[in-house]
Structure formats: C-alpha cells, structure tokens
C-alpha cells in the first residue's frame, strides 16, 4: 500500500528558529498534499494544501509566512515553521493523494512532535 | 459546509466487551464518511469508510461501521473489545468517496480498554 514517510519524527527547538518538517511519499507520486495541525487531546486542524509546483492554499487564520510549504516535487513537500514561538508547539501531521493511488485515498504520515522552548 | 459530531470524548470498555463509537454527520451533499484510529505519537490509520455503496462496512481489525440516513449518524462497533484497540478514534467526512479532497474531522474519542 501507499506509505508516506514523515520526518523528524520529534524535535525540540529553541524560540526563534525554524524547523523543517519533511513528507515524502515512498511508492506513489504525491500530486496534492495536506498539512494539520493537532492540539494536545484535539483533532486535526487542517493548515494548508499544496499541490505540486504551485502555490500552496492555506486555511483561514494560519500565517503562511509562518508555516511556509514547498511541494516542489511529486514525493517531497516540506512544512517550515519559521521563528518558531512556545505557541507553535503542537503535533503535525501530513497526508498525501495520488493519482496512481485514487483508492488509497489520504495517506497519512506518522507525525512530527514540535516542542518549541 | 460538512462536519462531524463525536458523542463522548471518552469511552471505556471491558476487555470482550462490545465497543460503540458515535458519530453524527452533517452534509447538504450525499456524504463519504471515515473512521481513522490514531496510536500515541503516530499518524492516522484508515479503518473503514463509506462510499455510498453498501450501507454496513466491514473494516480492519475486526470494526464494523453502519451509515443510516435517517438518523445522519455512522457509529462504528467492533463485538469484542481487544487491548490493543486503545487508541484515538476519529470520525471524517468528505465530499469525495476516496477521501482525496479535504477532510473534516470529529474532535475524537478516546477508546479505554479495562483489562
């Protein structure tokens, strides 16, 4: 079945930094990507959608140029969360479509643990 | 617009026990609906979803999920409650029957298993 590879897997950052957070998908061509967001005890909260080689779409209220997205191929899309504040501390999580894939539908990545200190 | 409602935020059950998740659809178009289970720290697992053909799905790990109409709900069961099925259930809706356009998610149950 599809897989799609999310790393790191857990990071701890000092505020003001930025962190990248990397999907790959590892036997389909990802043509659209989708980035949550999820809060402790919470569901997803979808950021933004991206699809490859074009700009990505972000939902209302999330800062893109603060979670800045590249999908600038069709396996890797990266979630950069730039000068990252205590706030930004959450769990993120990607998921992927592709056309070889249709009934596969979402793919979800295992999940990247922010901790921002 | 769609959305989901999960009743219970928690639910505990015996181990053997039956389990029953609720989940309450709102849609003003025919919906595609989803159950995603979620383990600690991991992302989400696709467990059944519904795409307008048969009303009972059967799904993985045993969970079965019935879409009624009348009622706009899509609870999900499973007759024996397992250990292992402790985890973070998450209801979904989408306007696509292979969950490839946005998906809203229910805010969640947290299955318990009571040995």
């Known amino acids: 079945g599809a897989v799609v590879s999310q790393h790191p897997s857990r990071v701890i950052c000092k505020s003001g930094t930025s962190v990248k957070i990397e999907c790959r998908s590892l036997d389909f061509q990802a043509t659209t990507m989708f980035w949550y967001r999820q809060f402790p005890k919470q569901s997803l909260m979808l950021m933004a959608t991206s699809n490859e080689g074009s700009k990505a779409t972000y939902e209302q209220g999330v800062e893109k140029d603060k979670f800045l997205i590249n999908h600038a191929s069709l396996t890797l899309s990266t979630l950069t969360v730039a000068s990252a504040h205590p706030e930004d501390s959450s769990f993120y999580i990607c998921?992927?479509?592709?056309?070889?894939?249709?009934?596969?539908?979402?793919?979800f990545g295992s999940g990247t643990r922010l901790t921002v200190v | 617009a769609q959305s989901v409602t999960q009743l219970g935020s928690h639910v505990s059950v015996s181990e053997g026990a039956l389990v029953l998740l609720r989940c309450n659809y709102s849609?003003?178009?025919?919906?595609?609906l989803f159950w995603y289970v979620q383990y600690p720290n991991q992302g989400l697992q696709l467990l059944l979803k519904y795409t307008s053909a048969a009303t009972l799905v059967k799904g993985i790990n045993g969970f079965e999920a019935e879409f009624k109409k009348s009622e706009t709900s899509f609870h999900l069961t499973k007759p024996s409650a397992h250990m292992s099925d402790a985890a973070e259930y998450f209801c979904?809706?989408?306007?696509?029957?292979?969950?490839?356009?946005?998906?809203?998610f229910g805010t969640g149950t947290r299955l318990t298993i009571i040995p």
């Open positions: 849609s003003s178009v025919p919906p595609y």
């Open positions: 979904a809706v989408s306007d696509s029957p292979f969950g490839n356009e946005k998906l809203t």
């Open positions: 998921s992927a479509k592709g056309w070889e894939a249709p009934n596969y539908g979402y793919t």
